[in-house]
Protein backbone atom coordinates (compact mmCIF):
# COMPACT_ATOMS: atom_id res chain seq x y z
CA UNK A 1 0.00 0.00 0.00
CA UNK A 2 2.77 2.63 0.86
CA UNK A 3 4.61 1.80 -2.27
CA UNK A 4 1.32 2.12 -4.53
CA UNK A 5 0.48 5.88 -2.57
CA UNK A 6 3.79 7.23 -3.26
CA UNK A 7 3.75 6.11 -6.79
CA UNK A 8 -0.01 6.10 -7.76
CA UNK A 9 0.29 7.78 -10.82
CA UNK A 10 2.52 4.80 -12.30
CA UNK A 11 0.04 2.14 -10.75
CA UNK A 12 -2.74 3.74 -12.74
CA UNK A 13 -1.13 4.08 -15.69
CA UNK A 14 0.08 0.39 -15.33
CA UNK A 15 -3.58 -0.53 -15.04
CA UNK A 16 -4.91 1.21 -18.30
CA UNK A 17 -2.02 -0.20 -20.18
CA UNK A 18 -2.38 -3.43 -19.15
CA UNK A 19 -5.61 -3.90 -18.97
CA UNK A 20 -5.00 -6.35 -15.88
CA UNK A 21 -5.71 -5.10 -12.36
CA UNK A 22 -3.04 -3.67 -10.05
CA UNK A 23 -3.25 -5.74 -6.97
CA UNK A 24 -2.43 -3.57 -3.59
CA UNK A 25 -1.40 -5.63 -0.74
CA UNK A 26 -1.12 -5.14 2.96
CA UNK A 27 1.07 -7.74 4.38
CA UNK A 28 0.58 -9.89 1.59
CA UNK A 29 -2.90 -10.06 1.06
CA UNK A 30 -4.65 -8.54 -1.74
CA UNK A 31 -6.78 -5.67 -0.23
CA UNK A 32 -7.95 -3.79 -3.40
CA UNK A 33 -7.68 -3.26 -7.11
CA UNK A 34 -6.62 -0.49 -9.55
CA UNK A 35 -8.29 -1.29 -12.75
CA UNK A 36 -9.26 0.76 -15.84
CA UNK A 37 -12.40 2.76 -15.76
CA UNK A 38 -13.76 1.47 -19.12
CA UNK A 39 -12.73 -2.48 -18.16
CA UNK A 40 -14.51 -1.95 -15.01
CA UNK A 41 -17.67 -0.09 -16.67
CA UNK A 42 -17.74 -3.39 -19.65
CA UNK A 43 -16.92 -5.58 -16.29
CA UNK A 44 -19.72 -4.15 -14.40
CA UNK A 45 -22.16 -4.61 -18.02
CA UNK A 46 -21.74 -8.17 -18.61
CA UNK A 47 -22.40 -8.69 -14.81
CA UNK A 48 -25.70 -7.04 -14.84
CA UNK A 49 -26.30 -8.92 -18.20
CA UNK A 50 -25.51 -12.25 -16.63
CA UNK A 51 -27.88 -11.85 -13.89
CA UNK A 52 -30.65 -10.61 -16.55
CA UNK A 53 -30.11 -14.03 -18.12
CA UNK A 54 -30.27 -15.79 -14.90
CA UNK A 55 -33.66 -13.87 -13.76
CA UNK A 56 -34.85 -14.66 -17.19
CA UNK A 57 -34.46 -17.95 -16.78
CA UNK A 58 -35.76 -18.23 -13.60
CA UNK A 59 -38.72 -16.79 -14.59
CA UNK A 60 -38.94 -18.91 -17.42
CA UNK A 61 -38.66 -22.22 -15.11
CA UNK A 62 -41.17 -21.07 -13.32
CA UNK A 63 -43.86 -20.74 -15.91
CA UNK A 64 -43.70 -17.33 -16.26
CA UNK A 65 -45.71 -15.79 -18.71
CA UNK A 66 -45.00 -12.51 -20.92
CA UNK A 67 -46.91 -9.19 -19.27
CA UNK A 68 -48.14 -7.47 -22.22
CA UNK A 69 -46.85 -3.87 -22.58
CA UNK A 70 -50.08 -2.43 -21.97
CA UNK A 71 -50.08 -3.77 -18.28
CA UNK A 72 -46.83 -2.29 -17.97
CA UNK A 73 -47.92 0.84 -18.90
CA UNK A 74 -51.12 0.66 -16.49
CA UNK A 75 -48.95 0.12 -13.94
CA UNK A 76 -46.47 2.51 -14.31
CA UNK A 77 -48.88 5.38 -14.68
CA UNK A 78 -47.76 6.09 -18.41
Not at 47 to 60: C, F, H, N, P, S
Amino acid sequence: MSEARDHLADVVDRARREHEPVWLLRRGKRLAAVIDADDLDRLIERAQDALDREELARVRGEGGQPIPWETIRADLGL
